[in-house]
T-cell receptor
Framework: DSGVTQTPKHLITATGQRVTLRCSPR?????VYWYQQSLDQGLQFLIQ???????AKGNILERFSAQQFPDLHSELNLSSLELGDSALYFC???????????FGSGTRLTVV | QQQVKQSPQSLIVQKGGISIINCAYE??????FPWYQQFPGKGPALLIA?????SEKKEGRFTISFNKSAKQFSLHIMDSQPGDSATYFC??????????FGTGTSLTVIP
């Protein structure tokens, strides 16, 4: 157990729907990062939050949004889902700059 | 644009052999270079990392070699074992702690 908790582990939904992925960082970690991993794209950075505030954005679609709550857990909202959104979504947290990420075990999203 | 280029895409090594995975970067602002190991169905796990003030770091059978002037770094796995079969990602981060990952190398160690 890495200490980063992601729920749910698996999610199957239809095109056009909206889902919410949840991440609880390791205790004491203020930064949360979201990544998308698909077979042909590797690990793609989506967005970073630090202590409740958005810090950096990567290749995140406008249909996707995220937030970090006062208790530091984070949610990634994916809407108007398309088949191409099927992927593994990872959350990672870190305590300080220049320190390795700790990844959660991911949420596997399948859009049918 | 891929900030960190990783090769090879896949690698097959005999048990006991040396596995070598290479990465290259362009951004000289990167100051932290980790390697992650990922098993199927699991999240990537930090394996070993190096900062640019040293040229080599060794932890057990895993060694990172770092060439700052060439902007390249590599992972060497000595005495490779079937349990090392996994996907390996190199990464680089800037002072803002944003990480850029390579595209991954699928390593298979044959018994």
């Amino acid at each position: 157990d890495s200490g980063v908790t992601q729920t749910p582990k698996h999610l199957i939904t239809a095109t056009g729907q909206r889902v919410t992925l949840r991440c609880s960082p390791r205790s004491g970690d203020l930064s949360v990062y979201w990544y998308q991993q698909s077979l042909d794209q590797g690990l793609q950075f989506l967005i970073q939050y630090y202590n409740g505030e958005e810090r950096a954005k990567g290749n995140i679609l406008e249909r996707f949004s995220a937030q970090q709550f006062p208790d530091l857990h984070s949610e990634l909202n994916l809407s108007s889902l398309e088949l191409g959104d099927s992927a593994l979504y990872f959350c990672a947290s870190t305590r300080q700059a220049n320190y390795g990420y700790t990844f959660g075990s991911g949420t596997r999203l399948t859009v049918v | 644009q891929q900030q960190v280029k990783q090769s090879p895409q896949s690698l097959i090594v005999q048990k006991g052999g040396i596995s070598i995975i290479n990465c290259a970067y362009e951004n000289t602002a990167f100051d932290y270079f980790p390697w992650y190991q990922q098993f199927p169905g699991k999240g990537p796990a930090l394996l070993i990392a190096i900062r640019p003030d040293v040229s080599e770091k060794k932890e057990g059978r895993f060694t990172i070699s770092f060439n700052k002037s060439a902007k390249q770094f590599s992972l060497h796995i000595m005495d490779s074992q079937p349990g090392d079969s996994a996907t390996y990602f190199c990464a680089a981060s800037n002072p803002g702690n944003q990480f850029y990952f390579g595209t991954g190398t699928s390593l298979t160690v044959i018994p």
